[in-house]
């Protein structure tokens, strides 16, 4: 997964704390992340430039250790209907406006047709800062 530059910045200035916490997956369409430094930084920014959220779900098991943001694999509940065409992993706060995006990969469009499907991530984990 790709994080988000704004994400980076504020783990920079100690403004998220990815110890601990809720964290879930979006799954969405209609929607290209703006990625780059002062762009999208919360779940509203995602409805606010048009995209839709087709799934979310919680992540279980999030962890923080050397650089490296990580989780173990999980079962999509597929709700039955939809596409979407991006997974985002965000870092819940109670709100749209309060959930920090974290990172985005392009699923290359999964259609949710009420078969559960796996979501991997990759075996280093989801990404770590740095060589």
């Known amino acids: 997964?790709?994080?988000?530059?704004?994400?980076?910045?504020?783990?920079?200035?100690?403004g998220i704390d990815l110890t601990s916490g809720a964290f879930e997956m979006?799954?969405?369409t209609g929607y290209v992340p703006?990625?780059?430094?002062?762009?999208?930084?919360?779940?509203?920014?995602?409805?606010?430039?048009?995209?839709?959220?087709?799934?979310?779900?919680?992540?279980a098991g999030v962890t923080w250790v050397g650089r490296?943001?990580?989780?173990?694999?999980?079962?999509?509940?597929?709700?039955?209907?939809?596409?979407?065409?991006?997974?985002?992993?965000i870092k819940?706060?109670?709100?749209a406006a309060t959930n920090r995006l974290i990172a985005y990969h392009d699923i290359t469009d999964i259609t949710f047709d009420g078969v559960n499907d796996q979501f991997r991530f990759n075996a280093s984990g989801i990404f770590k800062i740095g060589a």
Do not use: K, W
């Open 34 to 59: 703006q990625a780059g430094d002062g762009q999208h930084d919360f779940e509203n920014d995602i409805t606010g430039a048009g995209g839709t959220i087709v799934h979310r779900q919680a992540v």
């Open 92 to 95: 819940s706060a109670g709100t």
């Open 26 to 28: 979006l799954f969405v």
């Open 1 to 14: 997964m790709t994080p988000f530059n704004t994400f980076l910045q504020a783990l920079g200035a100690a």
């Open 68 to 89: 490296v943001l990580d989780a173990p694999d999980f079962v999509v509940n597929d709700p039955g209907a939809g596409t979407a065409t991006y997974a985002i992993l």
